[in-house]
C-alpha cells in the first residue's frame, strides 16, 4: 500500500498564483522519500495541503489509504512544520504531551512515550525546562520528538535539519534510518540535497509548481552513468569519434560498460599515451536537480521526465 | 475530551505565565479584603477592621439598611465599576494576542494537522480563552461570598450569578477581539478595536439612556397637564353651573388654555424627539447589551423590602415618598414619576431582551471569525 498517493493535486492562491500544478506523487510503506525543489517551488504548500494547513483547489489521492485530511489518518501522521513555533510558556514535556493529547494520545502512553523520546532525541536532561532556553537545534529535536508522539505510520518533516549541526544532523539521519527500519514511512521536504542524497531511498523534484522528476536516486541517474579516462597529452583526432565526448585531456564514454571501454585504453597506451585516471562517474543529486531546473525553463534542452 | 483537557490545560498555563493574570488577581483580592474589612456594630459601621467609625442610627448591625449597604457596594461599585471596568480592561489586554498567537504562522500548522475539525478547534479554543475572566471573577465572588456571610450571616448564594453575568459581559466583548484578531492577527489592532466597539456600546447604551428618560419624562408632563385640564375643566364645568357670571371663569379658562399650550408644547416635543429615542432604542436592540447584562445582578440581589443604593443615588425615595405628600406638578414629583417610570421600565426588559439578544449578536461575530478561521490557508 502506498504511504501517500496523490494524484492532481492543484492550488491557486488568491489572485491567480499557481502554487500547485497538478502534482502526483506516491510514496511506498516504509521508504523515506524526499521532496526536493528550489524556493517558491511549491514544496511547502504541497506538505500543508497533505497536513489540511491549506485547502486545495482541487486534489484527489489518499494519505495511508484514506482520503486527504481524513481525521483517522491525520491521527497516525507525525508532522514537523517548517519555521515551527512552539508556545514558549511550555517545558519540553509539555510540548509534547500537549502535542500528543491533540493527537488523541492516552495520558499513561504520552508519559511513557515522552521520556523515551525526550532520551532518544538527546534531550533527557532539558524536558522540564522551558523552551525559551533551547537552541535552535534543540529546539528542532523536540520538534522530532514531537512528531512521533502519535507512533506514527506516516512521518511528514519539512526542513528537519534546519538549524542543526553538522553532528546533530548525523544523528537525525541516523534517527531516520532507524525509524525506516521501524516501518515508518517518511517523507522528507528538505532542500539539503547532500542529506537527501544520503537518506532517500526515492526523490522526487519539484519546479514551478509541478513534479518533473520522481524516483529512485539510481534509476533518475542511470542515464548519466559514464566512464571518464583522464590522459597526459593532447588527445588523438580518433578520440573525438569513438568516444562520446571529449573535453580538454577527459574522454568520456556514455554507459557504465567498462568492458567496452578496455580496447580504446589499448588503443591510447599503444600510441604512447599515460592514462592518469579512469573512473566510473554517475550524476549527483545536485546535478540532476540542476537538469530538473533547467528543464522546466527550457523544456527543449534536455532530460527530465516526470 | 483529552483534546478539550489539552486546550483548557494549555490555556492556564498560557495565562499564568502572564504577570498580567497574577497582578489582576492580587488587585481583586485586595479589593475583596477591603470589601471585608467593612464591618457593622450596634453604633453603625466600621471600615478597615475598626480602624475608622462611622456612627448611624439607621446603618447598624443587624439592620435591613446595613444589608442593603453591603450589597449595595458589591453589584453597583464592585461589581459594575472593578469587574465590569477595571478588571475587563485588564483582562482584555491579557487575551487579546491569544487568537492572533493562535494562528501565527510557525504555530497555527502544527495545530491544523491534528485530527479535530478547525471549528471544534476555533470553538473550544474561544471558550477556554475566556477562562481568564471565569477564575478571576469566580475567586472574587466566592470571596465577597464568603464576606456577606461572615458580616452579615447571609449565605447568599445570587451572589455567585456575578460569575456568569461578568463572563457573558467579558464574552460579548471578547467575541469582538477574536473577530478583529483573526483578520488582522495583531492583538494591538484586536485590543484598540474592541476598546472602540466598548466605548461605541457605552455611547448607545447611554444616549439611549438619556432619550428614554427625556421621553419618559415629556410624557410624564404631558399626562400631568392632561390631568391638569381635566381638574380645572371639571372645575369650571361646576362653577359655570352654579354661576355662569362667575369672576373666576376667566381665571380658570386661562389657566386652562395655558396648560393646552404647555400639553401641546410637550407633545410636540415628544414627537420630535420619540423617533431618536425608538431609533436608538432599535439600535441597542441589535448590539450586545453590557450595562443591562450587568445591571441583572443589581436586579437579582435586590430585595423588595431592601435598600437599593443604585435608587437612593438616583433620588428615587420611594419609601420616603410614601409617607410625604408632594405636589404632583412640583419639579421633584415630576423627576420622582420619570425615574420611576424609567427605572420600572428597564426592571420590565426581560432576560431574552437582555441576554438573548446579546448572546444573537456574540454568536453572528464569532460565526463570522469562525468562517475565517475555517476557510482560511495558513
Known sequence: ?306 | MTVFKALVIDAYRELSAAKLFWLTLGLSALVVVVYGSIGFNAEGMTILFGLFDIESEYIRDGSPWARGLYLGIYSNFLVTIWLAWVASVLALISTCSIFPNFVSEGAIELTLSKPITRLSLFLIKYLVSMLFVMLQVSIFCFGIFLCVGLRLGEWNWMILAGIPIVTLFYSYLFAVTVFVGMITKSGIAALLVTGVFWMTLFSVSLSEGILTTIVTSQEVQADRFQEGIEKQQSQLDEIILKSPEDFRIETRQARIDKLNLDNKDAIELLGKIKPWQTGIAWTLTLLPKTAQTIGLLERWLSTDDGFDIAAIMQGDMRELEEIEEFEPTSHNALRRETNRRVQDDYEDRSLWYIVGTSVLFECLILGFASMIFCRRDF
Not at chain 1, 491557486?12 to 510514496?27: F, K, P, Q, W
Not at chain 1, 494547513?53 to 495511508?64: K, M, P, Q, W
Not at chain 1, 557504465?256 to 599503444?270: E, K, N
Request: charged residues 25%; aromatic residues 6%; neutral net charge.
Open chain 1, 1 to 306: 500500500m502506498s504511504a501517500i498517493n496523490l494524484k492532481d493535486v492543484y492550488k491557486t492562491y488568491r489572485g491567480g498564483v499557481h502554487a500547485l500544478r497538478g502534482v502526483s506523487l506516491d510514496v511506498h510503506d516504509g521508504e523515506i522519500f524526499g521532496l526536493l525543489g528550489p524556493n517558491g517551488a511549491g514544496k511547502s504548500t504541497l506538505v500543508k495541503v497533505m497536513m489540511t494547513v491549506i485547502h486545495a483547489t482541487r486534489a484527489s489521492g489518499t494519505v495511508l489509504g484514506l482520503p486527504i485530511g481524513h481525521a483517522e489518518g491525520l491521527k497516525h501522521i507525525g508532522y514537523l512544520p517548517e519555521h515551527h513555533r512552539f508556545p514558549e510558556y511550555l517545558t519540553g514535556t509539555q510540548v509534547l504531551h500537549y502535542y500528543a493529547a491533540l493527537s488523541g494520545v492516552e495520558r499513561t502512553t504520552r508519559k511513557k512515550r515522552a521520556v523515551t523520546l525526550l532520551g532518544r532525541l538527546g534531550l533527557e536532561d532539558w524536558g522540564k525546562k522551558r523552551i525559551n532556553t533551547y537552541s535552535k537545534g534543540m529546539l528542532q529535536r523536540l520538534g522530532i520528538a514531537q512528531a512521533l508522539m502519535n507512533n506514527p505510520k506516516l512521518l511528514v518533516l519539512d526542513e528537519p535539519t534546519d538549524g542543526v549541526d553538522p553532528l546533530g544532523r548525523r544523528e537525525i539521519r541516523d534517527l531516520l534510518s532507524e525509524l525506516k527500519d521501524e516501518g515508518h514511512a517518511i517523507f522528507l521536504n528538505s532542500h539539503l540535497l547532500s542529506e537527501l542524497e544520503m537518506v532517500c531511498d526515492r526523490v522526487a523534484i519539484m519546479v514551478k509548481g509541478k513534479v518533473t522528476m520522481q524516483g529512485t536516486i539510481e534509476g533518475l541517474t542511470c542515464d548519466s552513468k559514464r566512464i571518464e579516462v583522464e590522459i597526459d597529452g593532447e588527445p588523438p583526432e580518433w578520440a573525438q569519434t569513438l568516444f562520446d565526448k571529449v573535453q580538454g585531456r577527459t574522454l568520456t564514454k556514455l554507459g557504465d560498460d567498462i568492458v567496452a571501454v578496455q580496447p580504446l585504453l589499448d588503443r591510447l597506451r599503444a600510441e604512447q599515451f599515460t592514462i592518469r585516471s579512469m573512473k566510473p562517474v554517475r550524476e549527483s543529486l545536485e546535478d540532476l536537480f540542476m537538469r530538473a531546473v533547467d528543464y522546466i525553463d527550457n523544456p527543449g534542452s534536455h532530460g527530465g521526465a516526470a
